[in-house]
């Protein structure tokens, strides 16, 4: 009797005990579920989110800003030469009588005005403004001695306009070439780029239209537009 009360003591004792470690059991099972369970959501908000978010378009780059040297760069094209126009030979005879009744002054003049704040709209003047694309305009050629002059004189005109951008720099040094420009050559193509430099500083400030007495008169292009005794037609570039 003592023998089988002290096996059945150690098989009521030896109960609890594996009861527990089969709720134990249970018990971390459970947790490794919810574990994978989760994971499981993780999984697919991640999926998800890529579809919505792969769709979009990347960010455009952010263009930097140009410096001193860009613009002074962007400022070359003031040099360049229109290239001459080549006409037709069987468009030769009848160009002299079309030309002057296909003048485009009056839509340029349309085309120029929002851009001139600082100089007044006066009816018929065109302004350089109004060159936006490619076109023939009518230059009178210089001989080769003023052409080797006016070659000498318009980079200063061109390098003043760059010096101009900088802090407390004014345009001095650009009138002084154009003003030599406009006077010893007013018809040449000298003196059409010195007029598109002259209307870009207007456009910054009304005050330089003032100091270097810039009228709309003075930045007329319209003569150019047609041709006249002695001038050639050549192809003019938009400044970009």
Known sequence: MAGQRIALEIVVDAVPATVSAGKG????????????????????VIVVLGRFTGDKPEPAPVEKDKTFYDMADRDKQFNEEPKPVEKPPAE?????????????????????????????????????????????????????????????????????????????????????????????????????????MMEEITQYSDRYAMMYKITPQRLDISKFLKPRRGTEPREVQPIR
């Open 92 to 196: 030769t005879a009848q160009q002299p009588a079309a030309e002057p009744q296909a003048q485009p002054e009056q839509p340029a003049q349309e085309t120029a005005s929002p851009a001139q704040p600082a100089v007044a709209q006066v009816p018929g003047v065109v302004l350089p403004s109004s060159i936006t694309q490619p076109t023939t305009l009518y230059f009178k050629p210089l001989s080769e001695e003023d052409d080797i002059a006016a070659q000498q004189i318009l980079p200063y005109a061109t390098a003043g306009r760059s010096i101009g951008r900088l802090p407390i720099m004014q345009y001095g040094l650009m009138m002084k070439a154009i003003e030599q420009i406009e006077q010893r050559w007013p018809d040449s193509w000298y003196c059409f780029r010195a007029k598109q």
């Open 25 to 44: 059991a249970k018990t971390v099972d459970s947790i490794w579920v919810k574990i994978a369970g989760a994971a499981v959501v993780v999984v697919v």
